[in-house]
């Protein structure tokens, strides 16, 4: 128990060298997915009757605007925009909920400087997707080859053999 409670933590997360792969597999898997999907007619027809018409670029995102009603855009009621927005987004949720669709793509809202508007773009999961992550997995990567090196050359010092040899010896 305590050897997994080691392996689990922070500190061995060096040797973890699928969980970026993985992760990265994973989150392209959910944009394919999501492009499919977003081509079906079901889908785009329910986007098109949708009260704030959602639309749908190349990359597989899906937008819209927002207008916040002028009588919530006054100053002294500026505090009640964000609970009418959440609303909003609950309406909107219920559409891809619908399609299938709300466990995939998730909201960014932004305000339209200037105006009484707020930008939704729903995007799937792109956390994995940076070239930092990528360069990180590169040099844990790069750690572990060399600690199996190492060992190897250690074990073909003391024993006479590489590891291989001996794993395979073994059958």
Do not use: C
Not at 34 to 42: D, G, S
Not at 152 to 159: E, G, M, Q, S
Request: hydrophobic share 50%; aromatic share 14%; net charge positive.
């Amino acid at each position: 128990m305590k050897i997994l409670k080691i392996l689990k933590s922070n500190k061995m997360r060096i040797f973890n060298i699928w969980s970026w792969p993985s992760a990265f597999i994973d989150d392209i898997r959910q944009w394919l997915m999501v492009r499919k999907a977003l081509r079906e007619a079901e889908v785009v027809s329910a986007f098109k009757n949708f009260k704030y018409e959602l639309r749908i670029d190349r990359i597989g995102r899906v937008y819209t605007v927002i207008n916040v009603p002028e009588e919530l855009w006054e100053y002294e009621k500026r505090e009640m925009v964000w609970p009418w927005m959440v609303e909003q987004l609950r309406e909107l949720d219920d559409v891809l909920m619908r399609v299938r669709l709300n466990e995939l793509l998730y909201p960014e809202v932004t305000p339209i400087e200037g105006s009484p508007a707020y930008l939704v773009v729903l995007s799937t999961s792109s956390e994995s997707i940076s070239i930092w992550k990528f360069l990180r997995w590169i040099l844990n990567l790069s750690f572990v080859l060399l600690g199996l090196f190492i060992i190897n050359k250690l074990v073909i010092k003391y024993a006479g053999s590489s590891i291989i040899h001996l794993i395979y010896s073994l059958f």
